[in-house]
């Protein structure tokens, strides 16, 4: 006998959304920022119209394994980032 896994309600998705762009925003550098947070978007869009549940929990377990790529991911940059800010960072 399996256990079926309940889809994610609203609230816990939203959650999941919104702790991906917070963790986008501690990227230093702002090209890997940038690219988190539309590929957050991105992928948040693409999957919206999801209607099987099984497809709905599938799509939800891998938003919390990139989330927790993405926290592990801005402690390794922090280490190694380069300390020359982009372009784009430069105010005039």
Do not use: C, W
Not at 29 to 53: C, G, H, M, V
Request: proline share 5%; net charge positive.
């Amino acid at each position: 006998m399996t256990s079926a896994v309940p889809p994610p309600v609203r609230s816990e998705v939203l959650l999941l959304f919104r702790s991906l762009l917070r963790t986008s925003r501690e990227f230093a550098d702002y090209n890997i920022r940038e690219y988190t947070k539309r590929r957050t978007i991105d992928a948040f869009r693409q999957n919206r119209d999801l209607s099987d549940p099984s497809a709905v929990v599938a799509a939800f377990s891998d938003g919390k394994s990139q989330l927790e790529v993405a926290r592990r991911q801005v402690i390794v940059h922090s280490l190694y980032a380069p300390k020359v800010k982009s372009v784009m960072e430069i105010k005039h």
